[in-house]
């Protein structure tokens, strides 16, 4: 269904771009995903799938994680398409750089029909990767959603910053892409086989092949880098602060998930072949990724590079579920991939949303929001969006009895009962000290004084009902877990039984 609406963007855009505004594409984009997450979910038959079932010669294997996962992104997909085609009601954001949005032709602002396309492909490379059942298909699918989001971090052309971190963001992810085409040919060349069925069956079969283990380590060293796990994190600061705003909503969750669940599906190599060295470089990968998340993220005052910092934290948290790789660690892996996406996808939201009515207000000099003292005072100004962002930062910080909390309760006891106390302790101690960076933005949200002296009520804009609409929901979601965690807890235990007993 995604690839017959990546065709039919094509067409329609290279016919009607020029008479029918560029908000529309973006709509049927929205609808386009919403029909493939009803498809996805529509042939969830576990009993039918079973272990997977191959397709395209055996190129890729559809099982019931995939489909779940598929689900999952079409949905997270069309989200952050709603925050980049509108974030206001009757006005748009300009394009300058840091909050670009597809905007209105009247305005004499530039149109960027491209960009729900490109969000397409990403989507469609995205969900071939968690398919993917060869290392053909495993390398041009992470090729066609990584050229799609390079290109995404460079359309707004007219920003010299989102050009310079679209390029440093080209560069260093080619470097990530050899490492994984380097590991995939000596994989081959090693044992002639790009099937994983095949090199799972000869894994099992045969003793230790330190030359395959040093294949298959480069393999994941090159989605370490993708993922923005330490020590491969250092283009993740100045790409995602340059790049506009809701380029930056969608290279910090949507790469993310298909990675890690991909890593998730790949593991069956290490479980057959009881590789240590794997689990050490993930285990080694998680305390340096909550480390440098941390300590980093102390020491911001761009609220984006804070919350870049803040998601190789909790990318720390994800790496050390990898590692255990049980029936406790997947589950505690999927629920905190599930829930720690949603809350990012509100914390966009609801700074572009700051950033769209400071702009309303005539304080165009303060939109978009790029430093944390910009936002000084805003819950007096706007007091749910206000509200709405410290339980997002409550969630992310771990505090209970929010959703985030039990995130990190799930893996942290996943790891106790696995024997990684040190990492456990860690996890902790570094959960606490980030908590001030942001307690830090909720004190300057909710106490700090306002920036300017004009009375809020003066040329108050209003956000459009999409955007308010899909903050109240996620935040409301974040609070109603607390109320009845049944239906998320079981719909992900489910998926881990599936994973593991068929």
Known sequence: ???????????????????????????????????????????LYI?????????????????????????????VGALVLLLSARAGGAQTLPSNGSNSTL?????????????????????????SLISSSDLVSMFLSIELQSFAVYILATIYRESESATAAGLKYFLLGSLSS???????????????????????MLCSTTTANTAIEISVLLIMVGLLFKVSAAPFHNWAPDVYDGVPTVVTTWLTTMPKIAFLVFILEFQGFTQLANWSSWTYLLLISSLLSLLVGTIGGLAQYRIKRLLTYSTISHVGFLLLALAINNEESVESFLFYLIQYTLTNINVF?????????????GLSVYSPIQYINQLKGQFKANPLLGLSLAICLFSMAGIPPLVGFFGKQMVLYAATHNGNFFLAFV????????????????????????????????????????????????TLLLIFFIINPTPLLNSVHLITLNLFYW
């Open 427 to 474: 996890a902790i101690l570094v959960s606490v000290v980030s908590a001030a960076y942001y307690l830090r933005v909720i004190k300057v949200i909710h106490f700090d004084p306002l920036n300017v002296t004009e009375t809020v009520q003066t040329n108050k804009g209003e956000l459009a009902t999409s955007s308010s609409l899909v903050i109240a929901t996620i």
């Open 103 to 127: 905007v209105n032709k009247s305005k004499g602002l530039s149109v960027l029909a491209e960009y729900p396309l490109i969000a397409l492909f990403s989507v469609l490379g995205m969900s």
């Open 47 to 75: 009993d039918l799938i079973g272990s997977g079932v191959g397709v395209f010669g055996g190129l890729f294997q559809v099982t019931t994680i995939t489909q779940s996962i598929d689900v999952f992104i079409y949905l």
């Open 349 to 361: 939201f609801i700074l572009v949303a700051f950033g769209y009515l400071l702009q309303t207000k």
């Open 178 to 200: 050899a490492l994984i085409l380097l590991g995939s040919s000596l994989l081959y060349g090693f044992t002639g086989l790009t099937s994983f069925e095949g090199l799972y």
């Open 1 to 43: 269904m995604v690839l017959f609406g990546v065709l039919t963007m094509i067409l329609a855009i290279a016919l009607f771009s020029l008479r029918i505004p560029a908000i529309y594409f973006n709509r049927i984009t929205i609808i386009l995903l919403l029909f493939s997450a009803l498809l996805s979910y529509n042939s």
